[in-house]
T-cell receptor, first 115, second 117 residues
Framework: AQTVTQSQPEMSVQEAETVTLSCTYD???????LFWYKQPPSRQMILVIR??????QNATENRFSVNFQKAAKSFSLKISDSQLGDTAMYFC????????????FGQGTRLTINP | NAGVTQTPKFRILKIGQSMTLQCTQD?????MYWYRQDPGMGLKLIYY???????DKGEVPNGYNVSRSTTEDFPLRLELAAPSQTSVYFC????????????????FGQGTRLTVV
């Protein structure tokens, strides 16, 4: 079974700073997908970014980028020029392709952006 | 476009009571899911469905039941509520990917906060 671990329960940075959230996972699969989801106080789950394991290039979406280290089973999220609206819980998630596309989530990191 | 709609948004139940959490999606997705989120924990899969008439257990199915009679609806039933079922419940949906190694985005409802007292 796959497991996902986020070792930082809480983080706090000043607005405009860069912050990196850590995620490690355990799997014996070779092909899989990794995701970062954002959950603001509204509770809505919002997909931030996704990475295909077979792609060596790290995914980027505007101010959000990942550092995917397949051998180390590490998948960190970097938020550049952080904004107050980035304040949220962030969840790392794993998916094995094919089948029912079930997501396995980490415990989450609560990120606070201070003005 | 409504996406995934869950009702109710909040509910307080007494121990031993029953209730159904409703979930409907208007995106014609064939895959649907129920997750629960406990404080300080990530989401855990309760049940899922890959199409009408097909359901299967996830990681934490005990105390719950589901049915999938239509593509749009995937209700979650709690038969005898227990304090351990106090949680936030999320319904999600996605469509099946093209190819054996594809993956598609899951869309989530806004959650139901359930308290069992």
């Amino acid at each position: 079974a796959q497991t996902v671990t986020q070792s930082q329960p809480e983080m706090s940075v000043q607005e405009a700073e860069t912050v990196t959230l850590s995620c490690t996972y355990d799997t014996s699969e070779n092909n899989y997908y990794l995701f970062w989801y954002k959950q603001p106080p509204s509770r809505q789950m919002i997909l931030v970014i996704r990475q295909e394991a077979y792609k060596q290039q790290n995914a980027t979406e505007n101010r959000f980028s990942v550092n995917f280290q397949k051998a180390a089973k590490s998948f960190s999220l970097k938020i550049s020029d952080s904004q107050l609206g980035d304040t949220a819980m962030y969840f790392c998630a794993f998916m094995k392709p094919g089948g029912a596309q079930k997501l396995v989530f980490g415990q989450g990191t609560r990120l606070t952006i201070n003005p | 476009n409504a996406g995934v709609t869950q009702t109710p948004k909040f509910r307080i139940l007494k121990i031993g009571q029953s209730m159904t959490l409703q979930c409907t999606q208007d995106m014609n997705h064939n895959y649907m899911y129920w997750y629960r989120q406990d404080p300080g924990m990530g989401l855990k899969l309760i049940y899922y469905s890959v199409g009408a008439g097909i359901t299967d257990k996830g990681e934490v199915p005990n105390g719950y039941n589901v049915s999938r009679s239509t593509t749009e609806d995937f209700p979650l039933r709690l038969e005898l509520a227990a304090p351990s079922q106090t949680s936030v419940y999320f319904c999600a949906s996605s469509y099946s990917p093209q190819g054996q190694f594809g993956a598609t985005e899951a869309f989530f409802g806004q959650g139901t906060r359930l308290t069992v007292v």
